[in-house]
Nanobody, 124 residues
Framework: VQLQASGGGLVQAGESLRLSCAAS????????IAWFRQAPGKEREFVTA????????LYADSVKGRFTISRDRAKNTVYLQMNILKPEDTAAYFC??????????????????WGQGTLVTVSS
């Protein structure tokens, strides 16, 4: 499984950004895909995930209503649409693939394949 994240950049508070996570063929049928983020000096935290079967989604409370995860099977790509960005969203964003149990989707050690981070900076 190979993952490549892209789309980060510098935006102002209130603006939007869309991240992409390109995966090797067949990944989505076998793995959940999640986004995590790590702000400077902080631990990596769960942002959102999309289930391998059914496509159900899960969001951290801090991004619920502002961020949307989606996938395009034809393009082997998962997207993270981020709206109404806040300075506290500033972080390196990572996509990851794994097979967590439903109750463990937020746990980063349940994801065994990781893309490189893409940096999102939100200025106030």
């Amino acid at each position: 499984v190979q993952l490549q994240a892209s789309g980060g950049g510098l935006v102002q508070a209130g603006e939007s950004l869309r991240l992409s996570c390109a995966a090797s063929a067949g990944t989505f049928s076998s793995y959940d895909i999640a986004w995590f983020r790590q702000a400077p000096g902080k631990e990596r935290e769960f942002v959102t995930a999309i289930r391998r079967s059914g496509g159900t989604t899960l969001y951290a409370d801090s991004v619920k209503g502002r961020f949307t995860i989606s996938r395009d099977r034809a393009k082997n790509t998962v997207y993270l649409q981020m709206n109404i960005l806040k300075p506290e969203d500033t972080a390196a964003y990572f996509c990851a693939a794994g097979r967590p149990a439903l109750s463990a989707q937020r746990m980063e050690n349940m994801y065994h394949y990781w893309g490189q981070g893409t940096l999102v900076t939100v200025s106030s």
